[in-house]
C-alpha cells in the first residue's frame, strides 16, 4: 500500500514537472522572441536572447522524452538536448561579457574568451552526438530518460562550472561598477536571477553523472521545485534585461512586459495544461475527446483575454502603484478623447435626431474653430442645397443676432433656420447650425424646444470638447522632441562611463540637445531639479569629480561647469566691456553671480536683446568645452580600463 501511495505521489509529480517543462519552453520561446522583436538593437537583449536559446533546446528535448517508450526513440531527442546543453556556458560568457561591456569595461581578451567558449561547445556538441567520450547509451525510466556520462563527462562538469563562476564574477563586477541605485538594483535582479538558465541543464547533469543517487519521488520533487524556480527567475532577468539601452519610459517598458506576458506565455500556458491535463480516452462525457479539447481550449482563450481585460486596471495599479492616479486619469482620458471622426458621428447623431424632430429633410453643422479653418463637419440632405445656403449666409450678421442671447433660438434666413452653438462662458463662437426651414417664422412647440435644447447643448459640448483637445494635441506635439530626447538620454545615464552619451556630444545632428542639457543645468548652476536631474551627471568627468565633491552628483556637475566656464576666460586683467571678454562675463555674472538680465546688461553696456543672442552663443561654448572634457576623459578611462583587465 505505501509503495502505490509513492508510486501515485511520484506520478503526479512527473505531469507537474511536463506541464512545468511544457511552460517553460513556452515562456523562454516567448521572451526570445520578445526580445529580438523589441530589443534587438540592444548588445543586452541580443546576448540574454541566446541564452533563452539554448533554454528552448534543452526544454523541447524535456517534454519529448516525456513521451518516449524506450530508451532508442529516446536517443534523437537527447541529441537534440545537447543542442542547448553544450553552447550554454559560452552564452553565459557572452551575456556576462555584454554586461560590462554596458558599463564602458572593455576587453578585447574577454571577447575572445567567449568566441572561444563557442568553439568549444560546438566542439562538445560534436563529441555528444558523434562519439560516446562525453555521454553514451541512455538510460529510460517513467519521468526520468537520459544519456549516461561517458570517461571525458567530468570535462564538460568543470568547464561548466568554471565559466558560470566566471560569469557570475563578471555580473558582480558589472554591478560594482553602476553608480546609479536605480542601475544597482536592475544589476542585482540579474544577479540573483542569473543562475535560471543553468539549474535548465542542472538536472541532466545531476542524472546523468548520478542516476541512482536519489530515489525517484525525491529526484521529481527537486525537478519540480528546480522547474518553479527557473520560470520566476526567467521572468526577473527579463524584466530586468529590457531596461538595459531602452530609449521607451520604463512605464512603457513595464506595461509592454507585463501584458506580453499575460496574454501570450499566460495564455499558451493555460492551454497546453489543459491538454497535458485530460486523461487519453477515446471519449469524455459521451463526445469524442477532440470535440472536448477543442471546446476546452476555445473557451480559455476567449475567457483568459475577458479576464486580463477586466483586472487590466487592477494589474495596471499594481505595475504602477506610485503613478496609480495619473494612470487611471490617462486611461480615462484615453477612453473619453474625441478623434475628428468620433466628433462627426456625434453631431451627425444630433443633427439626424434633430430632423427628425422637426420633421425636415436636410441640415447641417459648421465648425467654426478647427485648427486648419472653418468647415463643414456634417450634413444631412442634397448638397448643393447645403452648399447655397452656406454660400448666401451672412455668418457675421448671425453672431451679432445671437450675442446677448443666453437660450438657443433659431435665427430664420434663405428658408433655413440658423443657431450659432457657443462655449459655455458664451464669449466664443464654436459653430453654426442649420435646419431646413419648416416655416417661415421659428414656431417650435414647448415640448419640441425642450429637446431641441439638449440636442443644442450636445452639439455644443462636442464642438467645446474637441476645441479643448485639438489644443492639448498641438501641445503635445510641441513637447514630443523634447520627450523623445529624454528618452533617448535615459539609457545613457544609468551606468558608469556608459558609451551612449558619447553621441550627444560629438554628432552634430544632437548638438542642439546637448546644448540644451548644459543651459538647463546652467540655469540651475546653484540647485534645482534641472541641475540635481540633469542627464549630464552620466558624464564620465562629471563622476570622476565626485571624491573632490563629497560624492555629491550635483556639486560634482556643478564644478564640472565652473571648469568649463573658467575655460572661457581670456588672459590679463578682466574688462567688463572688451569683446573678447564678452562670453566670459556673460556666463560669470548671469550664472555663477546670478544677476539679472537687466543689470547685466547695463554693466557690459548693451542691450538686453543683445545680451540674449551673446548668452547663447556663450553657452553653446560652454556645450563644445564640455564635450571636449568628456572626450578626453573617456579616452582616459579607456585607456586605464584596457591596461587593468589585459589578461582577465
Given amino acids: 500500500m505505501e509503495t502505490l501511495t509513492v508510486d501515485f505521489i511520484a506520478d503526479i509529480f512527473v505531469r507537474l514537472n511536463e506541464v512545468l517543462s511544457s511552460a517553460i519552453i513556452i515562456l523562454a520561446f516567448s521572451l526570445f522572441a520578445y526580445m529580438l522583436f523589441y530589443n534587438w538593437r540592444s548588445s543586452t537583449g541580443r546576448g540574454f536572447a541566446v541564452l533563452l536559446a539554448c533554454m528552448c533546446f534543452t526544454y523541447v528535448g524535456d517534454v519529448a522524452l516525456f513521451h518516449v517508450d524506450n530508451a532508442q526513440d529516446a536517443i534523437p531527442w537527447l541529441k537534440f538536448q545537447w543542442i542547448g546543453i553544450a553552447f550554454i556556458p559560452a552564452a553565459y ?24 567558449a563557442y568553439l568549444f561547445g560546438f566542439v562538445l556538441l560534436l563529441l555528444a552526438i558523434q562519439t560516446e567520450y562525453l555521454v553514451r547509451a541512455p538510460f529510460h525510466l517513467p519521468g526520468i530518460t537520459q544519456f549516461r556520462s561517458g570517461s571525458f563527462f567530468w570535462v564538460f562538469t568543470i568547464y561548466f562550472y568554471t565559466t558560470l563562476t566566471w560569469g557570475a564574477y563578471k555580473v558582480y563586477r558589472a554591478r560594482a561598477r553602476c553608480l546609479t541605485s536605480e542601475a544597482r538594483r536592475r544589476m542585482t535582479y540579474l544577479a540573483f536571477s542569473f543562475v535560471a538558465p543553468a539549474l535548465g541543464v542542472y538536472p541532466y547533469m545531476l542524472i546523468a553523472s548520478t542516476p541512482s543517487l536519489l530515489p525517484p519521488l525525491v529526484l521529481f520533487v527537486t525537478l519540480f521545485l528546480v522547474n518553479i524556480g527557473i520560470a520566476m527567475m526567467i521572468v526577473v532577468m527579463a524584466y530586468s534585461v529590457v531596461f538595459f539601452e531602452a530609449l521607451s519610459p520604463d512605464r512603457v517598458i513595464k506595461h509592454n512586459l507585463v501584458h506580453f506576458l499575460l496574454r501570450g506565455p499566460f495564455v499558451a500556458a493555460t492551454v497546453i495544461s489543459i491538454i497535458q491535463a485530460l486523461p487519453e480516452r477515446d471519449k469524455l462525457l459521451g463526445v469524442p475527446q477532440e470535440m472536448v479539447l477543442a471546446t476546452l481550449i476555445v473557451g480559455a482563450i476567449v475567457l483568459s483575454q475577458l479576464i486580463i481585460n477586466f483586472a487590466k486596471p487592477a494589474i495596471d495599479s499594481l505595475i504602477f502603484y506610485r503613478d496609480r492616479e495619473e494612470i487611471a486619469w490617462i486611461s480615462e482620458l484615453d477612453r473619453r478623447l474625441l478623434t475628428t471622426t468620433d466628433l462627426q458621428q456625434a453631431l451627425e447623431n444630433i443633427l439626424t435626431t434633430m430632423c427628425e424632430i422637426l420633421r425636415v429633410r436636410s441640415g447641417f453643422i459648421y465648425n467654426l474653430t478647427a485648427k486648419q479653418g472653418p468647415r463643414l463637419e456634417t450634413q444631412i440632405g442634397p448638397p448643393n442645397k447645403i452648399e447655397e445656403a452656406l454660400v448666401n449666409i451672412d455668418v457675421a450678421k448671425l453672431v451679432e443676432q445671437k450675442n446677448g442671447q443666453d437660450d438657443h433660438y433659431f435665427i430664420a434666413q434663405n428658408n433655413f433656420w440658423f443657431v450659432i452653438l457657443k462655449n459655455q462662458t458664451g464669449d466664443r463662437s464654436l459653430g453654426l447650425l442649420g435646419v431646413e426651414a419648416r416655416a417661415e417664422m421659428y414656431d417650435l412647440i414647448p415640448d419640441e424646444e425642450e429637446v431641441v435644447d439638449i440636442l443644442l447643448e450636445q452639439a455644443e459640448e462636442a464642438l467645446e ?59 540651475h548652476y546653484w540647485g534645482g531639479p534641472k541641475l540635481t536631474g540633469s542627464p549630464l551627471l552620466g558624464m564620465q568627468v562629471v563622476q570622476e569629480a565626485l571624491a573632490e565633491n563629497d560624492d555629491n552628483a550635483a556639486k560634482a556637475l556643478r564644478s564640472v561647469l565652473g571648469e568649463a566656464i573658467e575655460k572661457q576666460r581670456p588672459e590679463g586683467e578682466r574688462r567688463m566691456t572688451a569683446a573678447e571678454w564678452l562670453m566670459y562675463n556673460i556666463l560669470e555674472l548671469k550664472f555663477v553671480q546670478g544677476l539679472r538680465v537687466r543689470d547685466i546688461a547695463h554693466r557690459l553696456a548693451m542691450s538686453e536683446a543683445d545680451l540674449y543672442r551673446k548668452q547663447r552663443l556663450a553657452i553653446e561654448e560652454v556645450a563644445r568645452t564640455l564635450s571636449e572634457m568628456e572626450a578626453k576623459g573617456r579616452s582616459e578611462a579607456s585607456t586605464l580600463v584596457h591596461s587593468t583587465e589585459n589578461g582577465i
Fill in 93 to 116: 560568457l557572452h551575456f556576462s561579457d555584454v554586461l560590462l561591456r554596458v558599463t564602458h569595461a572593455v576587453s578585447s581578451r574577454r571577447r575572445f574568451a567567449v568566441l572561444l
Fill in 465 to 523: 470638447d474637441r476645441r479643448l483637445q485639438q489644443d492639448i494635441f498641438q501641445t503635445l506635439k510641441d513637447i514630443i522632441p523634447d520627450i523623445e530626447r529624454v528618452q533617448r538620454l535615459r539609457g545613457a545615464i544609468s551606468y558608469a562611463g556608459a558609451p551612449n552619451l558619447a553621441p550627444l556630444t560629438e554628432n552634430p545632428s544632437l548638438e542642439q540637445d546637448f546644448s540644451k542639457m548644459v543651459r538647463d543645468a546652467l540655469n
